[in-house]
């Protein structure tokens, strides 16, 4: 079963992790390292032009409709266009606002 989120889902959520992290809880690492992946997954994130770190603040993959949320107390989400973990404010060129 795949989860939806609404913009006010994810504003509520998003403005949850500000006051965490504000607040001196743990802190997302700035990295999702791509782990064990073949060349051809590899590929796919490099032609995307997938990177950890947005260049366009309004365009975070957890504002994109292909993110996947992460579950298990884990940062990185996951992406329904590319294998590997994906960073929550990452980027890709297939970005699609939620």
């Known amino acids: 079963m795949t989860a939806r989120f609404d913009r006010r889902g994810l504003l509520i959520a998003s403005a949850s992790l500000a006051t965490l992290t504000a607040a001196g809880c743990k802190k997302v690492p700035a990295t999702c390292p791509p782990g064990n992946m073949s060349s051809d997954e590899l590929s796919v994130r490099a032609t995307l032009g997938y990177v950890d ?4 603040p309004g365009k ?5 409709t292909q993110y ?3 579950t298990g107390g884990d940062h990185c989400g996951g992406c329904k266009l590319m294998k590997g973990p994906i960073h929550p404010n990452g980027y890709c060129r297939a970005f699609a606002p939620v």
Do not use: E, L, S
Request: hydrophobic share 25%; charged share 15%; aromatic share 0%.
């Open 53 to 56: 770190q947005t260049p366009d």
């Open 60 to 64: 975070p993959c957890v504002r994109c």
């Open 68 to 70: 996947i949320p992460a």
